[in-house]
């Protein structure tokens, strides 16, 4: 008896740079700004911004969109993307009277997780409800000012 295997389509999938030549913290600046986005929001806010880590990042993030190969480009939204510090390169430069002065360069792991939604049952399901009755309507939060005689005011 052949058993077939059911092919199911990945709902996550990834790619990882790692030792790329750059402070984790820089990079980090970048992925912050990305993270949560749709995959063509995210090329277009990382051809814009002005960091050297933009390139390798947006290199990520076209790598990641290619290995989703049956999903379409306008479902991909980067579910999770992280920068992890990697090893650290040790040299020393020569210096005057005859000393040396050691110079670190940091290296990055960068990892992009981009999910498709089309697949994801939760956001089908969110698309199809309506919104709670009590986010539609208008509150306004009463505080007490401290400063003057116990009076509240009202922030809208």
Known sequence: MI?????EKKTEVYAIGQHIPMSADKAR?????????????TLIILELMPYRACYPIFKLV??????????????LVISKAEVNRGTTIKKFKPRARGRSFPIKKTTCHITIV??????DDKYVEMDS?????????HTAIAYRDMYNSGEIWDKK
Request: overall charge positive; aromatic content about 6%.
């Open 3 to 7: 058993k077939k295997k059911k092919t």
């Open 29 to 41: 600046r970048v992925i912050d700004q990305i993270r949560g986005r749709s995959y063509e929001e």
């Open 62 to 75: 076209y790598s990641a969109a290619a290995n989703a190969r049956a999903s379409l480009e306008a479902n």
């Open 114 to 119: 981009m999910k498709d939604i089309s697949l």
């Open 129 to 137: 409800l309506k919104k709670p009755s009590w986010k539609n309507k």
